[in-house]
Every structure is written in structure tokens, then in C-alpha cells.
């Protein structure tokens, strides 16, 4: 089954307690991303990443870390995590697109709910 | 910047109701535009797109408009069902910015039997 997963779904953890959360795609994408989705806010992209050892910042990178090591993964780190860092973060990942072409399909995960205390 | 803003939910109705959620965007250029779905405890998914001006996505009974003149994209349908009950997310798409998906805050749907 084609599929994104995110592991863990839930964590509970303290301030300054380096975690990582994982992301693999087994649809052969070159293109991921991080969102996190915050009340009122609607999701807004964290990193991204085009292929292989090539990552860049999205919207909202700050306190955040990531790397693209193989094409299926796309771990996403918090050094040192902080309460406004407290969301439910999404992985994605999509076909890269030809150029000229606006329209992509993104594929997410189910989400991981990150609480930090 | 590139924006999309949604109607300001929660949005409650019976079964059978008509819906219609209110989508309008902001971009430089010609986005495409996407609704997706998020059901309790899962993901996103994709329920319908439209490319270029005045196509018509539909999928599922929902129907949304790509319309340039009013750069809206609203979401209809015309008989809900309680398993309509999810976050649905006005999103847009531009060939710059690597495929960055830009959403709405999201509307939160609750359908009563």
C-alpha cells in the first residue's frame, strides 16, 4: 500500500529534550515537507526537501532540523524543543514536478502530536 | 504574499443540508487550487483540485470553482451526510516556492443525523 507514516503519532516530552520524529514514503517521491498545523492557523511548512541530500526552509524552520540522507526518509529533528513548539506536525511527500506544471499531489502522513512541557 | 483565507468555522449542520465553505486566495500568477480532507486522528487527503481558471473539481459530491475574477475557490455540496464531519483545507499551489502547498486556517464541519 502506498503510504506516508510517521513515527511516533504522539509524544509527550520536556524543554531542551532532543528528539526526532521519523518519515518514510514507500512511493519513490523525490519531494518531501514538514508542516505543522496549529489552531486558527492552518498548516505551514517547516522544511522541504527536492531530493536526495538537497533540503531548504520553509515558512517556519526556526528550532528545527532535518535530513535527507535516502530518498524514502525524512527525519525531522528538534535540537532542543521548546512549549511554543508544542503542535501536530505533518509529513509529506509528492512526485517533483516538470517545470511549467503547478499541480502536485501531496501525500501526507497521519500526523504526529508533539507535546512539550 | 501568497494567501488563503477561509470562512471562520466551526460550521454545524443537519443531514441533508446544503454546504458551501468559503475560500478565497491571493497569489502572484495562476495557482492551482485544492480542497483537502482531514477526518478525525488521520492525515490530509486531496478531494478535489482545479488548475486553471473556471475548471470544476469534484469528487465525492463535493463541487468547487476555479474562479479567477473573484479568486475564490468555494466548496459545495448539496446534501451532507454525517461521515462528511472532518477539517476540510483550502490550499494553493505555485510553480515557485518548490511546490509549497500555502492553506487556509481550515473549517471544521460537524454534520448531525
Known amino acids: 500500500e502506498a503510504q506516508v507514516t510517521q513515527n511516533p503519532r504522539y509524544l509527550i516530552t520536556v524543554t531542551g529534550k532532543k528528539l526526532t520524529v521519523t518519515c518514510s514514503q514507500n512511493m519513490n517521491h523525490e519531494y518531501m515537507s514538514w508542516y505543522r498545523q496549529d489552531p486558527g492557523l492552518g498548516l505551514r511548512q517547516i522544511y522541504y526537501?527536492?531530493?536526495?541530500?538537497?533540503?531548504d526552509k520553509g515558512d517556519v524552520p526556526e528550532g528545527y532540523k532535518v535530513s535527507r540522507k535516502e530518498k524514502r526518509n525524512f527525519p525531522l529533528i528538534l535540537e532542543s524543543p521548546s512549549p511554543n513548539q508544542t503542535s501536530l506536525y505533518f509529513c509529506a511527500s509528492s512526485l517533483r514536478l516538470p517545470k511549467r506544471s503547478s499541480y502536485n499531489e501531496q501525500f501526507f502522513g497521519p500526523g504526529t502530536r508533539l507535546t512539550v512541557l | 504574499g501568497d494567501s488563503v483565507t477561509q470562512m471562520e468555522g466551526p460550521v454545524t449542520l443537519s443531514e441533508e443540508a446544503f454546504l458551501t465553505i468559503n475560500c478565497t486566495y491571493t497569489?502572484?500568477?495562476?495557482?492551482?487550487l485544492f480542497w483537502y480532507v482531514q477526518y478525525p486522528g488521520e492525515g490530509l487527503q486531496l478531494l478535489l483540485k482545479?488548475?486553471?481558471?473556471?475548471d470544476k473539481g469534484s469528487n465525492k459530491g463535493f463541487e468547487a470553482t476555479y474562479r479567477k475574477e473573484t479568486t475564490s475557490f468555494h466548496l459545495e455540496k448539496g446534501s451532507v451526510q454525517v461521515s462528511d464531519s472532518a477539517v476540510y483545507f483550502c490550499?494553493?499551489?505555485?510553480?515557485?516556492?518548490?511546490?509549497?502547498?500555502?492553506f487556509g486556517q481550515g473549517t471544521r464541519l460537524t454534520i448531525n443525523p
Open positions: 526537501s527536492m531530493n536526495v541530500e538537497v533540503t
Open positions: 482545479a488548475t486553471k481558471a473556471d
Open positions: 497569489a502572484t500568477g495562476y495557482p492551482s
Open positions: 490550499a494553493l499551489s505555485l510553480i515557485q516556492g518548490a511546490q509549497k502547498l500555502v
